[in-house]
């Protein structure tokens, strides 16, 4: 079969349901089927699964995704097998399957049924499973999150830095990475840690002009700010993140107590409540979950409508990814972050615990928050360049979408301040 052959938009209807692609899918697909190397980096929601998937469905061979989580893993196969009725289509290669479960697994890929097989990075570094993907036909190889490889990015993994060695092994195929991390020091982490220096990159913008960016020093009236706000969002949905458990605790009951609809979320709950007071948010028995950063990974409400941060995030990435779950829906969306010195201070002593390494990225990490916070400047200008990118913030979509924007501050003298 020859890539030129294959009508992909007909492929795409017929297998997806879509009539068009979205954003870049089309050129990254098309890169992928030239054989190129080939680099993604998209926002959350811009449709990454689907630049590997209809590739893998409909080219010879076995596709092998690597993918950091047992449970993404399986709602992508979940997926992908309601697409088709071959039941072989997409498999799971980790270590819950049992003896026969793999056998069949590896019978399927033989055979040539398997398109898309989800590998964890820890399966790959199990010798017999090298040597058996070695001797089948492999397509390409999809790197999902490869920012899992970047020590500057939100979820090191260490496994992920053999990869590139466990590729070398399986064949000269073409390697896929995507990443929702746009800051240009994790890019370059994952290209040259992929060896892939070659590789096409297609990177999205990462502009979300419906969103509202706003900053709030942090005062001891932090909460009764919190519920004006929220009074003044009535009947909608939103998230507050805090740093610590006893804190979602709290913040929850005083909601409550002050008649607001509200659930904690964190993992110092069972998994039964957990489950619970995600669902009473997805069905809107409740308005608001006051969570810990362990709440968002896949939740997909598309009418969030703001995201508060009683505590600021440790990195601009996490605060990018968990602003990014208000205003699925193209709809409003205000991002509130509440900002204090006091804070820095507490989480450069959270970090200090750590290995120096990790402090030091910590740090540099958390400095770039506190730019954020203190900048007079466009937010989402701010933002945007943190992740490389040039945004226009008299022309550029949502311009006047933040607080420094709508009301620019005058030239704040420090008083009672010793100036460096
Ligand atoms: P990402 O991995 O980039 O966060 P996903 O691959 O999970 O994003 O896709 C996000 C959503 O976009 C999914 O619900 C998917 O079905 C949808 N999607 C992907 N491609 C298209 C398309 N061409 N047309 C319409 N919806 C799409
Ligand atoms: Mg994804």
Redesign the pocket.
């Known amino acids: 079969m020859n890539s030129n052959e294959i009508d992909i938009h007909k492929e795409?209807k017929k297998y997806?349901g879509?009539?068009?692609?979205?954003g870049l899918?089309e050129q990254v697909i098309t890169s992928l089927m030239k054989k190129q190397n080939t680099f993604v980096i998209?926002?959350?929601?811009?449709?990454?699964?689907?630049?590997y998937?209809l590739p893998a469905l409909i080219q010879e061979g076995t596709a092998v995704v690597v993918s950091p989580l047992i449970a993404l893993m399986k709602n992508q196969v979940d997926?992908i097998r309601s697409l088709s009725s071959e039941n072989g289509i997409a498999h799971v290669l980790n270590s819950s399957l049992t003896k026969t479960e793999t056998a069949q697994v590896k019978k399927d890929i033989t055979s040539g049924l398997t398109k898309l097989l989800y590998v964890a990075p820890e399966s790959l570094t199990k010798e017999e499973n090298v040597s058996f993907l070695r001797s089948v036909p492999i397509s390409f190889v999809a790197i999902?999150e490869a920012h899992c490889i970047s020590e500057w990015g939100h979820d090191f993994r260490p496994e992920y830095r053999n990869l590139k060695n466990i590729i070398k092994q399986i064949g000269d195929v073409p390697v896929i990475g995507?990443t929702?991390t746009a800051t240009p020091k994790v890019q370059e982490d994952i290209l040259k840690n992929l060896d892939m220096a070659n590789a096409v990159t297609f990177k999205a913008s990462f502009n979300r002009p419906n969103l509202f960016y706003e900053v709030r020093t942090k005062t001891k009236n932090v909460e009764s700010d919190i519920i004006r706000f929220i009074r003044q969002h009535k009947g909608k949905s939103g998230v507050i993140y805090c740093l610590s458990r006893k804190k979602v605790e709290a913040i929850a009951e005083v909601l409550k107590v002050n008649g607001i609809s509200a659930v904690p979320y964190h993992a110092g709950l069972d998994a039964k409540t957990r489950a619970k007071h995600q669902d009473m948010f997805l069905m809107e028995d409740v308005e608001v979950v006051v969570a810990t950063i362990a709440f968002g990974m896949g939740i997909?409400k598309p009418d969030v409508r703001f995201v508060i941060h009683h505590d600021i995030p440790k990195s601009l990435e996490s605060y990018y990814q968990e602003t990014g779950r208000a205003g699925r829906d193209g709809g409003e969306g205000h991002c509130l972050a509440y900002y204090s010195y006091k804070d820095v201070e507490k989480l450069e002593k959270f970090m200090s615990g750590k290995p120096v390494a990790e402090q030091e990225i910590g740090f540099a990490l958390l400095q770039e928050v506190v730019a954020y916070a203190e900048t007079s400047m466009s937010r989402r200008k701010f933002l945007l360049h943190y992740f490389g990118e040039e945004f226009d913030s008299e022309t550029g979509e949502g311009a006047d979408m933040d607080d420094n924007v709508r009301n620019p501050k005058t030239k704040v003298e420090a008083k009672n301040e010793v100036v460096k």
């Open positions: 795409l997806f879509f009539s068009q692609f979205k899918q998209m926002p959350t929601g811009g449709g990454k699964s689907l630049c998937q997926a999902d995507l929702a997909d």
